[in-house]
């Protein structure tokens, strides 16, 4: 049973660009969840995605968006980069309990 | 703004010895859950607490959650190098629009030397 996947593992984008991560969810569960991870600091809850639609948002600007799947995998957005996007990208799903983490990308902007 | 504040954010000591991690908050959380996470991969749950006052074990490390519901604290006993990592609080709240909606401390990065 394959557990959280995240594409790509890396990523190195330029100011102003746009970007897409990837997420497949854990075998059964139904909601995924994404986080952004500065260095040397705690995941910052982005939102939440929940039968493709956005359940919960945490405080990130609207350049921040996501999608859900028929199949439950999601996608992160980041429109219009800033060098402060530089971070780890975090996917977790779960299904009405505990939240599995995957690897994260490593997305530097320069 | 951190809702969760953790001490101290690193500690650096040797094999055998004992250390205490602490997670305080403002908020009262449904339950805490503490985390570690190792270079290159997420975040991995060590455990959930959620009856204030309540204790438990996990080998080495000892979870304690507040009486208050608002704080707690990670112990380790004769610690190894592999104990070495970021260690995450993370605070839980469910019921009305929060679904299991995760508030993470800063982290407290420990390393054990050999």
């Known amino acids: 049973d394959a557990g959280v996947t995240q594409s790509p593992t890396h990523l190195i984008k330029t100011r102003g660009q746009q970007v897409t991560l990837r997420c497949s969810p854990k075998?059964?569960?139904?909601?995924v969840s994404w986080y952004q991870q500065a260095l040397g600091q705690g995941p910052q809850f982005i939102f939440q995605?929940?039968?493709?639609?956005?359940?919960q948002r945490g405080n990130f600007p609207d350049r921040f968006s996501g999608h859900q799947f028929p199949n439950y995998s999601s996608e992160l957005n980041v429109n219009a980069l800033l060098l402060g996007d530089s971070a780890l990208y975090l996917c977790?799903?779960?299904?009405?309990?505990?939240?599995?983490f995957g690897p994260g990308t490593r997305l530097t902007v320069l | 703004t951190q809702l969760l504040e953790q001490s101290p954010q690193f500690l650096s000591i040797q094999e055998g010895e004992n250390l205490t991690v602490y997670c305080n908050s403002s908020s009262v959380f449904s339950s805490l859950q503490w985390y570690r996470q190792e270079p290159g991969e997420g975040p991995v749950l060590l455990v959930t607490v959620v009856t204030g006052g309540e204790v438990k074990k996990l080998k080495r490390l000892t979870f304690q959650f507040g009486d208050a519901r608002k704080d707690s604290s990670l112990h380790i006993t004769a610690a190894q190098p592999g104990d070495t990592g970021l260690y995450l609080c993370?605070?839980?709240?469910?019921?009305?629009?929060?679904?299991?909606?995760?508030?993470f401390g800063q982290g407290t990065i420990l390393t054990v030397h050999p």
């Open positions: 995605y929940y039968e493709e639609e956005e359940r």
């Open positions: 977790a799903s779960s299904s009405l309990g505990r939240q599995f």
């Open positions: 993370a605070g839980v709240k469910t019921g009305g629009t929060s679904y299991g909606k995760l508030t």
């Open positions: 075998s059964g569960h139904d909601t």
